[in-house]
């Protein structure tokens, strides 16, 4: 189930992370986490949003991001 909204601001800081279901993986292997990079790059630049910094685990990720107007 998804957290609820923390905040409904269009800018500022923002703690992104994922799990998978049941502590299974995300990341299968190497290609998962190029391509899963890859993604978040151009999601950055298609919506404006600073990567700052990110962990990728076996079974989660995180990321805090920066989104400013």
């Known amino acids: 189930m998804a957290r ?10 923002y703690h992104v992370f994922h799990r998978g279901i049941e ?3 995300v ?4 290609r998962d ?3 899963f990079l ?3 790059g151009s999601m950055s630049e298609r919506y404006r949003v600073g990567i700052h910094a ?4 076996d079974n989660h990720w995180h990321e805090p ?3 400013w107007g």
């Open 27 to 30: 990341f299968l292997d190497d």
């Open 38 to 40: 890859e993604l978040l």
């Open 23 to 25: 502590r299974r993986a």
């Open 65 to 67: 991001a920066g989104a």
């Open 33 to 35: 986490r190029e391509h």
């Open 4 to 13: 609820p909204l923390q905040s409904d601001r269009e800018d500022g800081w």
């Open 54 to 57: 990110f962990s990728l685990m």
